[in-house]
């Protein structure tokens, strides 16, 4: 089995059934990639893997992936490469281990941007909040991100409108390390006022990242399903700001999820990073796990 023949075939599967397809994800966990891909081509597989694969399994479009996967700038990682996030997503292993349904690790990941995948995870912090936020919300999501990144720490969030985006800008503002997980292709231009600001993340080192094939347009459920791996994908630190939001599939992967609970105009948060020996200041805000 080449690698070419190993990429290609988790290119296929990627496009055969809508994420977080938990029955094909064993399915290959069971046979591997290219024996897997060959048996769902013949509709050679249990009964869950069929209804899951039976709408799409002739669309084989992988020359057409890898070919607008080139014009948009990414290429396909796979649990096989040595970039892969393999120590951030047994979370998610973990979590279905403890019954959590949607707790499913992505087939591979199309990726644009240079920065390491597995390197930026392995210390990343995710930001996010909601997407009708305040302007004050918006100013500590930036905030946070900024002093997260000026301190070497890569800042996870989706893209969105409203606290994910100002958590991006704040760490291009640092000249750190951010990465976006979206719900829809890296190519699909989505969301259109976003489009510079991925196009930045990527020239700034960091990267753009979706499991969703080139050309998946953006859809409710799929920036649900996402949330699983910006969730997943927080490393050792394993901690979360949610600005204005609760990001509930954080708890379900053993991940803490820090909120800005109120502000003091002369106060000083320190959010203390686990296995870093860092502590983050953020002027006029404090930050208090669930709970509290």
Known sequence: MSADELRQARAYL?????P??????????????????????????PAEVLKATEARRDYDLVAQDFARAAEAGARLVVPEDDEWPAWPLLALDLAARRGVAEAVPPLALWVCGDVGLGTAA???????G????????????????????GRGVPVFSGAAYGIDGAAHRGALAASGVTV???????????????????ERIVLSGGAVVSEYP???PPARHRFLVRN????????????????????????????????????????????????????????AATVSPPGT
């Open 20 to 45: 977080p397809a938990p029955a094909l994800v064993a399915f290959v966990a069971e046979y591997g990639p290219v024996a897997a891909a060959a048996r769902v081509r013949r509709g050679d597989c």
């Open 14 to 18: 990627l496009r055969v059934a809508e």
């Open 130 to 149: 909601a997407r009708a936020a305040t302007e004050y919300g918006e100013h500590h999501a930036a905030e946070f991100a900024y002093a997260l990144a």
């Open 180 to 198: 976006a997980v979206l719900g829809c292709a890296v190519d699909a231009g989505y969301p259109a006022g976003h489009v510079k600001m991925l």
């Open 122 to 128: 392995d210390r990343a912090v995710a930001v996010v």
């Open 228 to 283: 699983r791996l910006i969730a997943a994908s927080l490393g050792d630190l394993r901690q979360c700001v949610a600005v204005q939001r609760e990001f509930s599939q954080l708890k379900d992967l053993g991940r803490q999820n820090y909120r800005v609970q109120h502000v003091l105009r002369k106060a000083t948060c320190r959010l203390d990073l686990q296995r870093s020996g860092r502590e983050v200041e953020t002027a």
């Open 214 to 216: 080139p050309g998946t």
